[in-house]
């Protein structure tokens, strides 16, 4: 087993003995994780009876408590002007929904702006519970759907997603609410000019404003994961935050002054291409170049606790193409675990795996994340 899937698989075994101990316990945003843990998180999910990769949009249910429900009730309502169907609840929600459209949205707007427009009002007029897990919330508003956030102003991820997918519908945009394959997650793919793209706006309305807006497969499956075979392929860049947003430097020792450009700024996120193209010899100095100025930044304490998370990728024009995102590091995310608990949690990873000790697991070095220098390669594009 590599240390990787060591990390993991401890990792999910913690998951999987909060899940037996005390209920259905959802992992924090920071350690989401790509395809590469779908083996293990099956695994994990088959020993505590939790179904994975649903082959479905709705009626999944969320954390085992939030179930993702159609709104084209809703919508169509809106498009006929025929209410007589429809509950007082979404009566409700549709007269909401219909206001809230009418303030952000012009006459003149493409699809892309109208779309931009939703992101936007979601990721800034919401109240997003804050605190270790995913999708429970600290109040006991409906958060997970369009009634209840509409009403309250307070959303969880599925309700962001419904609400970002109820907007659209009414729009006459085609959009679907996908969901993670562990079943902790949910946000949207949306279609533009018949490419799909994927958006989070639970993930940026408490983290980097756009650093989940219009995302393709590669882009998005760093910190999302899903069922490739039933949701379809995201292959969009035209309407992705990149291709809006990105500025050309000479070449990827430009890098850094690129990054302190935009630390200097305070801006949340950034993307560039080089006008030195990359050649195959020079990847190894480029993703070398990142990574360090990554941990630097991360280490030297210069920029108030600030961290960047890079991704490589490619444009349409088959050009690399780097996105810097810039965090905050939060204290509220940091799990304070007391002597009980601690003992708790070692008994029961023993009683399964065999002898577990937090403290060889804390200073073990054969637990820490491999760091090999690599840049992405497997790009989806046109």
Known sequence: MSKTSKVLLTLLTIYMVFSITVGALLLPKAIRLGKQADEVFDQVNTLVGRTVDTGEEDNVIIADEYTILPTTQISDAYKSGDTSNLS???KETLDMASKVLQKIIKKDMTDYEKEEAVYLWLTTQMKNDTGLLTVIPETGNE????????????????????????????MNIECKVIHSSDLIHSWDLVKLDDEWYHVDCYSDADGVRYGNFNMNDTIAQENHDWNHEFFPAATGYKYSYAAQHTVEIKNIYAIPAFVKKLLDKEASIGCCTFKEKIQPEDEAAAAAMVDVLTEYISDSGMFDERYLECTWSKTDKDEYLLTVRIEDYNEDDTIDIDDDLRARIEKKISDVFGEFDFDDFEEDESFEMDNDVEMTTDVVRN
């Open 88 to 90: 007082e609840s979404d």
């Open 143 to 170: 958060v997970d759907t369009p009634h209840g956030v509409l009403k309250n102003r307070n959303a969880v991820c599925v309700g962001y997603a419904t609400t970002f997918r109820l907007f659209m519908q009414m």
